[in-house]
């Protein structure tokens, strides 16, 4: 079983930046992902990165100012998060799959972004 912890979030002003981490206890996984939660939206994919090789993928919302990275070493993730808008706001969750698919199997409990004017 891997669990997921994501630190990192905070309120912070229009434009500012933001790192998210998420640690994870075991290594059963090919792939990690950052999700997002608005209030009464659905749960937005933001970005992937795959165990093997290390490629990546981005929704388009984000691919120009966020960054995701991966720490083997440290068993960590992050999200480097730029020039962050109110539309960032919202609850960040990392995730990650035990094999190919859709299914995402782990999740952490999340970590609130809030970016305000």
């Known amino acids: 079983q891997v669990q997921l912890v994501e630190s990192g979030g905070g309120a912070v002003q229009v434009g500012a930046s933001l790192r998210l981490s998420c640690s994870a206890s075991?290594?059963?996984?090919?792939?990690m992902g950052w999700f997002r939660q608005a209030p009464g939206k659905e749960r937005e994919f933001l970005a992937t990165?795959?165990?093997?090789?290390?490629?990546?993928r981005y929704s388009d919302s984000v691919r120009r100012r966020f960054r995701i990275s991966r720490d083997h070493e440290k068993n960590t993730m992050d999200l480097q998060m730029n020039n962050l808008t109110p539309e960032d706001t919202a609850v960040y969750y990392c995730?990650?799959?035990?094999?190919?698919?859709?299914?995402?199997?782990?999740w952490g409990q999340g970590t609130q972004v809030t970016v305000s004017s």
């Open positions: 075991g290594r059963d996984f090919i792939a």
């Open positions: 990165i795959i165990e093997n090789g290390g490629s990546t």
């Open positions: 995730a990650a799959k035990r094999q190919v698919g859709t299914t995402w199997h782990y």
